[in-house]
């Protein structure tokens, strides 16, 4: 199979969206003109023309809500956040239009709409430009939240969210866009809401998702030489959690680590810990860990950096936590 | 000859420091291709009277916020070189202990109340900074700096309206280089004299030549008068341009090499040069001596960087509550 970039199948998964569909357009800042400030959009102003890829001041708050205005009068935009850092700017016409428009019209208007661009660290950018708001979004009910670890599942995912009547978040990274993988040619969609198993495993359930769960790969492959058998399970939505794919596998193997970039407190970790106490408190052979960032912000410095996130270290010591070796 | 608008001291203190951020930001340039800056870096490359022909007016202990575009502001504002280097390697002894680095310089022994990487953001920290002075009883003021690209967010008229409702003592500059990333000023607005915006709350508003120090000196002279006077807000709309890209990762394909061209023949530095020779206020042996001493300045801020240390681990739980026995979650 052609193996292509992460930020490659993004693109082909709304080119083919918007191919396939007249209302759907491309909106965010540097999207056209600069071709994406990460590259994503590259090309899409000369397929498409200026209607439909869209160069938006500096103006998170006001091309947001215009993005709602939009899908409530029958487009279904494709919104771009430089980075979700900036979306703070424009999270009051994310949770009090978007995710609200439906209940509150008593089902008159519905919001098909996709916000989407990188979230949480990428480098040495310091606190502002470093957050994983991925469990904020998921917190909110009248929001999907998707959030792909390679360019498969991307491609796949943001196919079905740009054809989902419900608003969902969609949350990338800027150090997957260069990533390669195996991506078919032909047409293929992926459920939201379905995690998926990505290593089959015996002893310990490792469950993640997005960029991180490659500290859990790596982590894996050491833990196999000890001979530590993980299974991985990537959630690739977090709202909804599929919550029985979990579930299986801690009933086989009756531990479960949690590898999230957010903050600890109020984590999709924390929720996660509590279906699976509630559910499957008998198969659990030792309290659940998590591994998440450090509950600072997160500074400059690689010391500091390096302390904070989480990591296969960090992964391989609570592995063996659950363990008990 | 016209007479110089100055006096020699004051182009030749210009010259020197207008200099000395010029070859600061060309040092942090090639350091950052060299990876030991990491992170964004922002150059104030071509910018530089924007920030010259304002202290030249301000007092000491008068306020400055400004963005991310930040290793010239506090340096401008009395901090020393090394701690900007060194906060740009990412070191304890950097102004902000090497947490912030490019974008977050602080300091708030000069009274510089940072560098800020939500576009916009300063803007209202800005009007409050004042509003505290104005509270306090106290007639300092605040410049308060953003980017034209800044213009577009929404706290900009926020903050606008109120500081011109409760007469803050807050001067808001917009440093206008035309670009905020590849998006032209004209891509984004159909006002394009971005001081007219000031006009639609009857804030005192003025466009300013950038390139020229002298211009920047007196628009900003006519400001703090303004505003230190209990009057309000005011709003410069200084025009400049920057000579690099708008990041260290930015192609600039988004103009032509001509119109860099034309604007660094408009060099600001070059243009102080030229009245102190015109002046015969300065000769080679000066000019040499300057740039030497210069260069003494930068390659000593370099080496006090490379030979500080990293912030250590146990830096990750100080500095982020004010209680010292805060409960963190640690796992
Ligand atoms: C709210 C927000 N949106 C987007 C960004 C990404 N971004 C960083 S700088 C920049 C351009 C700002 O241009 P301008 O205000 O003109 O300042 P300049 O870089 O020219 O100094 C953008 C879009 C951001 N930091 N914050
Ligand atoms: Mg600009």
Redesign the pocket.
């Known amino acids: 199979m052609r193996s292509i970039q992460f930020r490659e199948a993004l693109r082909e998964a709304m080119q083919e969206e918007m191919r396939r569909d007249e209302t759907v357009f491309l909106m965010g ?2 999207v056209a003109e600069y071709d994406g ?1 990460y590259k994503v959009s590259q090309g899409m102003l000369a397929e498409f023309g200026d209607k439909r890829v869209i160069d938006t001041p ?1 103006a ?1 708050l006001g091309f947001a809500g215009i993005g709602v205005g939009a899908a409530m009068n029958g487009l279904r935009p494709v919104i771009e ?3 979700f ?2 979306s ?2 424009a999270i009051d016409q994310v949770i009090n239009s978007a995710a609200k428009m439906m209940s509150m019209s008593g089902g008159q208007f519905t919001v098909p709409i996709v916000f989407r661009g990188p979230t949480a660290s990428a480098g040495m950018l310091s606190s ?2 470093s957050q994983a708001f991925d469990n904020w979004y998921a917190n909110t009910p009248g929001l999907k939240v998707i959030v792909p670890s390679n360019p498969y599942d991307a491609k796949g995912l943001l196919k079905s969210a740009i054809r989902d009547n419900d608003p969902v978040i969609f949350m990338e990274s800027e150090q997957m866009y260069g990533e390669k993988g195996e991506v078919p040619e032909e047409e293929y969609l992926i459920p939201i809401g379905k995690a998926d198993v990505k290593r089959v495993g015996t002893d310990v359930t490792l469950v993640s998702f997005g960029k991180i769960i490659k500290t859990c790969f790596a982590a894996a492959e050491e833990l196999e030489k000890e001979g530590i058998s993980c299974e991985i399970i990537d959630l690739r939505t977090i709202r909804p959690i599929d919550y029985d794919t979990v579930l299986d596998s801690v009933r086989k193997t009756n531990r479960l680590v949690i590898v999230e970039e957010a903050w600890p407190l109020g984590s999709i970790a924390t929720e996660v810990t509590f279906k699976v106490q509630k559910d499957a408190f008998d198969y659990l052979d030792a309290p659940i860990l998590r591994v998440t960032s450090a509950d600072v912000p997160l500074p400059y410095a690689p010391t500091l950096i390096e302390a904070a996130l989480p990591n296969a270290n960090k992964v391989i010591a609570a592995v063996k936590q659950v363990m008990y070796k | 000859m016209a007479k110089a608008r100055f006096s020699k001291e004051q182009y030749l203190k210009w010259y020197e420091e207008m200099l000395l951020w010029r070859r600061f930001e060309e040092k942090a340039g090639q350091l950052y291709i060299q990876q030991r800056i990491r992170g ?1 870096c ?1 150059l104030y490359i071509g ?1 530089e009277a924007v920030v010259a022909g304002a202290t030249s007016v301000i007092r000491h202990d008068d306020n400055m916020i400004s ?3 930040d290793h010239v502001h506090p340096i401008a504002k009395g901090v020393h070189p090394n701690a900007i280097m060194a906060e740009l390697m990412a070191k304890i002894t950097g102004c902000s202990k090497g947490k912030g680095g490019s974008m977050h310089m602080f300091s708030a022994e000069h009274r510089f109340f940072g560098g800020h ?5 300063q803007i209202p920290l800005g009007a409050g900074i004042a509003f505290a002075d104005k509270y306090n009883g106290s007639d300092r003021v605040t410049l308060c700096y ?8 929404g706290a900009l008229h926020e903050a606008f309206n109120m500081a011109m409702l409760w007469k803050l003592p807050v001067i808001f500059i917009i ?7 590849g ?1 032209s000023v004209e891509r984004t607005t159909n006002v394009l004299e971005l001081h007219k915006i000031g006009l639609s709350y009857e804030m005192p508003s003025k466009a300013v030549n950038g390139m020229s120090v002298e211009d920047v000196h007196d628009a900003t002279e006519w400001a703090v008068n303004h505003a230190r006077g209990g009057n309000g807000p005011v709003l410069l709309e200084v025009k400049t341009y ?1 000579f690099r890209g ?2 260290m990762s930015d192609p600039g394909k988004y103009r032509t090499k001509e119109e860099v061209e034309e604007y660094k023949k408009q060099d600001p530095i070059e243009q102080v040069l030229n009245t102190l020779k015109k002046n015969k206020w300065i000769n080679d042996a000066e000019i040499d001596a300057i740039d030497e001493k210069i260069k003494a300045i930068v390659e000593e801020s370099v080496r006090f960087a490379e030979e500080s240390p990293y912030p250590d681990a146990s830096e990750l739980y100080k500095d982020v509550y004010v209680q010292d026995d805060y409960p963190y979650i640690i796992e």
């Open positions: 800042e540097e400030a500096i998170e956040f430089m980075t850092n900036f703070l700017v502002q430009h | 964004f922002h910018q963005a991310y575009r990487g939500i576009v916009g953001g953003m980017g034209d690209g800044a213009v577009r967010q440093e206008n280089n035309n670009y905020a990333m998006t920057r708008h990041s």
